[in-house]
């Protein structure tokens, strides 16, 4: 390939184009911003979702304080709760319900279920507690959460989780990922 040779006019435009430079002081490339701005989630009308969990009663079995909770939605592959359990997807964010009414945690629940698809995260971690200072040992939270999260349109896949996250007083969810509509 020869060399191309550029007049002195047009190396006088090129260099009145590029204008004044300078040489860098670091060759390092920062991947991130440093001051990049917390994104604000916009938040439907918690009333609006409070409304399709009004009842708590369902055809559900009532599940007992050691027992373990799996659900995936009909259509989705099994291996998708093995994976969830292997812990193949990481954790975004995680919830803690201890100690709330259930209208408080499911007011919470809903709340950070929304965030966390406005976030885009595609897998949380919430933590109920297995019900040991419920009446007649029956676990409110767990039940209500294991009804609530089968109801929520964007919860995929839940399981218990694993013992070193809290076992059978805590889940692991996978959410829908979230995509912006097209321009």
């Known amino acids: 390939m020869t060399k191309k040779i550029i007049s002195d006019e047009d190396r006088q435009l090129f260099r009145h184009s590029v204008g004044d430079i300078h040489p860098l002081t670091s060759d390092k490339v920062l991947l991130k911003p440093l001051n990049k701005p917390k994104p604000i989630p916009k938040f439907r009308d918690a009333a609006e979702d ?3 969990f009004a009842s708590t009663a369902s055809d ?3 599940v007992g304080l050691e027992d373990s909770l799996s659900y995936a ?9 093995k994976k969830l359990r292997q812990g193949y997807f990481g954790l975004h964010a995680e ?8 209208l408080e945690a499911q007011r919470q629940l809903l709340q950070f279920l929304q965030a ?8 949380v971690h ?3 507690g297995k019900g040991y200072r419920s009446l007649d040992n029956q676990p409110i939270l767990k ?7 089968r109801l929520h349109k964007d919860v995929l896949a839940f399981c218990s989780a694993p013992p070193k996250d809290g076992g ?3 889940v692991l969810v996978l959410l829908k990922a979230k995509t912006d509509p097209a321009p």
């Open 50 to 52: 409070l409304s399709a």
């Open 60 to 62: 559900l079995d009532i």
């Open 73 to 81: 939605k009909p259509g989705l592959s099994r291996s998708i709760l």
């Open 95 to 102: 919830l803690d319900l201890h100690g709330l009414t259930s």
């Open 116 to 123: 966390c698809v406005q976030r885009k995260y595609h897998c």
């Open 126 to 128: 919430i933590v109920h």
């Open 143 to 149: 039940n209500n959460i294991n009804h609530w999260l």
């Open 168 to 170: 059978t007083g805590a």
